[in-house]
């Protein structure tokens, strides 16, 4: 599979000969040339890396890479700054940016910063799945992307609040095994905010409700007596 780049340069000259040299290299390459349409395409077009410019208009690059790590969004981001712009680049890191390039520079050097970025992140990720679970996650005709709390079933949006989320990426980590209540509410509550095992019960009602075709004989989050639940997705 192709890596998808997104590039925000506002400069045409710039931007076309990034694009072209990205494509060249093998990656799948979308360009814009302000923020909004930054923001519009990291949300809707889910890219594995974002080149993004400082300096551009509507929003600035600062701004964009704040808005989205705001919104829990994880894409790496390698901020285009022009020269002498150290503020820029400090502030760019401390809110969240993976790396930064100074203008003028070659284009072996970005790819080379951006194989680098990409090779964190993909180890960030598969950590990240282990402790926490898989990002996305699909079975049957359900569909959970975690990073954006978006939820389907049978292609139609399901509403899960945040802690059904919480529950539901904690059962599927341990798909096939047995949980308790007691663990489950050690892990999605904390037992210093909500001691009441029937605080699960409730939820997995309100969860098999909103995902099961019958909840009251469920496929997906199935009652262990006197044990706890287990996911079989």
């Not at 040299?21 to 519009?40: I, N, P, Q, W």
Request: charged residues 30%.
């Amino acid at each position: 599979m192709k890596q998808r780049v997104l590039i925000v340069e506002d400069e045409e000259a710039m931007g076309v000969a990034l694009r072209d040299g990205f494509k060249y290299e093998g990656y799948e390459v979308s360009l814009v040339t302000d923020g909004e349409r930054a923001l519009a395409n990291v949300r809707n077009g889910n890219p594995h890396i974002v080149i993004l410019d400082v300096m551009l208009p509507k929003m600035n690059g600062l701004d964009v890479c704040k808005a989205l790590r705001a919104e829990d969004n994880r894409v790496p981001i390698i901020m285009l700054t022009a020269r002498g712009q150290e503020i820029d680049r400090v502030r760019g890191l401390k809110i969240g940016a993976d790396d930064y390039v100074t203008k003028p520079f070659s284009l072996m050097e970005l790819l080379a910063r951006v194989e680098a970025v990409l090779r964190r992140s993909s180890s960030e990720a598969r950590r990240q799945e282990e402790e926490e679970g898989p990002l996305r996650y699909c079975c049957g005709d359900l569909e959970f992307d975690f990073q954006k709390h978006e939820a389907s079933k049978s292609g139609q949006p399901i509403d899960l609040s945040p802690r059904e989320f919480s529950l539901m990426r904690f059962l599927i980590r341990h798909r096939g095994q047995v949980i308790s209540r007691d663990t489950l509410l050690d892990a999605v509550w904390g037992y210093d905010s909500i001691p009441f095992t029937r605080t699960v019960d409730a939820h997995v009602a309100k969860l098999r409700k909103k995902i099961e075709d019958q909840p009251s004989d469920p496929r997906y989050i199935v009652t262990v007596h006197r044990l706890g639940y287990k996911f079989t997705g």
